[in-house]
């Protein structure tokens, strides 16, 4: 029953986080200033890996150029340089530090629009902002790690919900936004359909030495969190991010005692890298896992085990991937921590 229970909430979670917000969300992007420079989106401790979302969403739904920073990175190479009217948008999902409400202000003197994605007005960084954009997520501790499921899909919607408002008359992001729209009833499909699978995963790698979870695009941020996630419940050496993070050749981190979990996707544009790469480190006989659709057949039959998601676009895919990799830790019946990322507070 606690399982059922665990998983209805997330779905729920996300259903609200969905349901009410997109109006207001669009009133605020009409009125973001667009220039020639990027939009920067800034965030610290659980939001920076959402920022990282928000960015790819901006970049590829809604066709502006866009950053993804740490306060520190933003404060350091940004600021110095920032023009008047470039939107910055930040993003504070725990407690917000004095230094990072500091680095707002002084955005704001050289004249940056300030937008402020999170869940209380009355939050410091939202008295600054010009604009408040609501996160509608669970205020319980133990909700924490399902309400970064919740940052992720709003974080990847606000470049959507820009698309349809900067190009409106692509037919393709409407397809896009029904896929948003059906994304909880997604979450709610997978959870019913992949139990089973996903304890004989969880199996699997508890007999493993360590982990690798490795996603490009949208799917990085849900490998670096999975993998954080995981390691905590499993106790195992555990690394997730994009195969260009790893200092050393792939095949030379793979032998018998080592697992990959590869976030893949049918509609992803970076599955043949992905094929490539299992394709690969095959020959060092490591544990292959994935996590990707029917379609995704290159990753599939190289795979020991695979956990099915829909056939959808990249974006709500990531979301689904890290719910599962969420989902895999709760199963281990250990705690999880909070979030893997840079920095902390805001």
Known sequence: MAQHINTMDMVRALRRALAKSREEYEN????MPLGDGPIFVVADGPGYLAAQTAALSFEHLAGRPCLGRS???FSAYDLPLLRP???VLAISVSGTTEPAVEILVAAKRRGAWLAVLTQDPRNPLATVADEFLPLRLDAEDRS?????ISVHAVAGSLGLYA???FKPHQSQRESHLAQLEELPDHLDHVFSHSSNAAR???EEIRRLHRILILGCGFSRPAAAQGAAWLEAALGRWTLGGSPS?????MPDLCNEGTGIIFLSGSQSPHKKLIHQLAEE???KNPVILAISDGGDSGIIRRSKLSLLIPSVHEMPAAVLQMALLQWMASLAGRPTPQVAGTGSGA
Do not use: D, W, Y
């Open 200 to 202: 004989e995963m969880i």
């Open 245 to 249: 993070e790893f200092p050393v050749s």
């Open 163 to 165: 698309g349809l408002i």
């Open 281 to 283: 480190v095959e020959q």
């Open 85 to 87: 009217h470039t939107p």
């Open 28 to 31: 605020a992007l009409r009125k």
């Open 71 to 73: 306060f520190a990175e």
């Open 144 to 148: 924490a790690a399902q309400n970064l």
